[in-house]
């Protein structure tokens, strides 16, 4: 059976926004009786969820310093809670434990989340926050942590498991995902930037509306589409700075420790939330001794029966090399050239070590298999939502992607014609306009 002539609306990548929009629009076409989802198509070049989605950590949270940010990731929350088994979805919540320098920021995010009802519990003070941590794990031993700010909700999902939940919602509307289709090129309609056509491995497939949701390759797209390689961003002074790449790759830094997911319940035998701990205390190797970094340092783990072990990462670092010259292909594990090394391994299971006493001496049981990826970040890292050449709705992410569930919802509701305000401040045209986000003290990038 071959690919469609023709689809409607056709949706590029069968990711998390891929899928998720697909099934949104579905249900919207047809509560707005403007179609159903027969009249939809995903294609992707490998298959469902072959991409970033298929490799991420997994984590749900609510923990950014930016407004704009929490808003839209209570949102997509909200989507998670929706239907927890299908999405295969585990609402164990999500702590950010913190030093002093990020007190304030910390402190900022605590107040914004109970001013929008988001439940969360804030901790202050060295003594305190190492009190609430011993209250949870008994062998907690960060030192230099002024603050917890533990989020009652998020927690983590399980990627592939969940793609193919949300697969089967896809295609129970009566949408097509086709695999093995790789987008070569675009068809413009006569003196008009509106696209008309999408050119693929296996044929032209006319359209009337494009949706590209193609994580770590939305670059590729662009470039595809002509659109601006560099930009001008407005700064907070009012100075213009000009020819600003566009895009930019990190390397992304997640393993998994092979021990036994059970090793890390709580003190009352239950299944602990997420922890992220961001440092200033000397880190030093739990192998040798020997100091690892006296600058600060950041990691998250959790349980996961599906990875088998302790689970997480730390900190991605900047590919210091011309974006057009990056290979994405191949991705993920089968990479040579961005998948973590022994210095993160490393670094990531000493920090373990440093967190929790039950982590020292297991660095022999790191999985000691190929893990990591590239995430594809905009100038200012975080997401650009929005609509070019007229009918061609752009899913760039900015690596926020998996836990980001509920953009779909957001962008089918915006191709059927009610603008929506969670997404308004993540417009392309934000950086010409000085509309930018504020930045935090994290060592994350996206925070």
């Known amino acids: 059976m071959g690919i469609p002539k023709h ?19 579905a249900l ?50 909200n989507v998670w809670d929706s239907d927890p088994e299908t999405y295969s979805y585990h609402p164990v919540g999500y702590m950010q434990i913190s030093p002093e320098v990020m007190h304030e920021n910390v402190a900022s995010i605590a107040k914004q989340q109970k001013e929008i009802g988001y439940e969360s519990v804030f901790i202050e003070g060295e003594s305190d926050s190492m009190k609430y941590m011993q209250g949870l794990f008994h062998d907690w031993q960060a030192k230099e942590i002024t603050s917890v700010l533990h989020e009652k909700r998020g927690g983590y999902a399980n990627n592939v498991k969940s793609m193919q939940g949300l697969a089967s919602k896809v295609e129970a509307q009566g949408v097509q995902i086709i695999s093995d289709v790789t987008v070569t090129g675009f068809q413009y309609a006569n003196e008009s930037d509106s696209i008309k056509a999408v050119e693929t491995n296996q044929g032209t497939i006319e359209c009337d509306y494009v949706v590209i949701g193609a994580g770590p390759w939305v670059k590729t797209f662009w470039d595809m589409l002509e659109l601006p390689k560099t930009v001008s961003i407005k700064q907070p002074d009012g100075k213009i700075v000009n020819d600003v790449p566009m895009w930019i790759y990190w390397s992304l830094q997640e393993g998994t420790l092979g021990v036994d997911p059970d090793i890390q319940k709580t003190n009352d035998g239950g299944f602990p939330p997420v922890v992220h701990v961001d440092s200033v205390a000397p880190l030093y190797s739990d192998k040798t001794g020997d100091l690892i970094t006296n600058k600060m340092w950041g990691i998250y783990y959790k349980p996961d029966f599906n990875f088998g072990g302790i689970q997480g990462g730390a900190a991605p670092f900047k590919v210091n090399e011309d974006p057009n010259k990056v290979d994405i292909d191949p991705y993920g594990s089968e990479s040579p050239h961005y998948i973590v090394d022994d210095d993160f391994v490393e670094m990531w299971v000493s920090a373990l070590a440093h967190c929790q006493k039950r982590f020292e001496g297991t660095l022999p049981q790191y999985k000691r298999e190929p893990s990591g990826g590239l995430g594809c970040f905009t100038p200012d890292s975080f997401p ?15 690596n926020h992607g998996y836990k980001m569930l509920g953009i779909g919802q957001l962008v089918a509701e915006e191709i059927c014609g009610t603008t929506s305000s969670l997404l308004e401040p993540f417009r392309f045209a934000r950086y010409a306009q000085g509309k930018l986000h504020p930045v935090s003290n994290s060592p994350y990038p996206w925070s």
């Open 7 to 25: 689809s409607k609306y056709l949706i590029i990548g069968a990711g998390i926004h891929g899928l998720s929009t697909a099934y949104h629009l």
């Open 384 to 398: 650009v939502f929005d609509v070019f050449k007229d009918n061609c709705y752009i899913i760039a992410d900015s």
């Open 28 to 77: 919207q076409l047809k509560a707005n009786g403007q179609g159903s989802g027969k009249d939809i198509l995903v294609v992707d070049k490998s298959g469902i969820a072959a991409g970033a989605t298929g490799i991420a950590c997994g984590v749900i949270r609510n923990n950014y310093f930016q407004p704009a940010m929490r808003e839209l990731m209570a949102h997509s929350v």
